[in-house]
């Protein structure tokens, strides 16, 4: 499995970025998908997280009301929409998938990983 992570880039405070994440040689509707960051000598922390078809979701409290997770089954794309972004929301980011019972919303214990996608945000 492989799952390939792309979108991010350098922002201004305020502003949106969205990021995806490809996954190939598998059926993605089979997983459960997290997003991941880890921001330069902090640990890495879970950001949001979702379930299987229209599973349920979580988001990490400092960024619920801005960030949303979201999936396409049809083109194995999971998403995550950034919305008024801040500096502190510099980090890079890992999409992670796991094979999931339907609707398991999974915080750890992810076993695939995309290569990681660094977003910068100015002030």
């Known amino acids: 499995v492989q799952l390939q992570a792309s979108g991010g880039g350098l922002v201004q405070a305020g502003e949106s970025l969205s990021l995806s994440c490809v996954m190939v040689?598998?059926?993605?509707?089979?997983?459960?998908v997290g997003w991941f960051r880890q921001a330069a000598g902090k640990e890495r922390e879970i950001v949001a997280a979702?379930?299987?078809?229209?599973?349920?979701?979580y988001y990490v409290d400092s960024v619920k009301d801005r960030f949303t997770i979201s999936r396409a089954d049809a083109r194995n794309t999971a998403y995550l929409h950034m919305t008024r972004v801040k500096p502190e929301d510099t980090a890079v980011y890992y999409c992670?998938?796991?094979?999931?019972?339907?609707?398991?919303?999974?915080?750890?214990?992810?076993?695939?990983w995309g290569q990681g996608t660094l977003v910068t945000v100015s002030s």
């Open positions: 992670a998938a796991r094979f999931a019972s339907p609707k398991d919303v999974l915080l750890e214990d992810y076993a695939h």
């Open positions: 040689g598998r059926t993605l509707s089979r997983y459960a």
């Open positions: 979702i379930g299987r078809g229209s599973g349920g979701t």
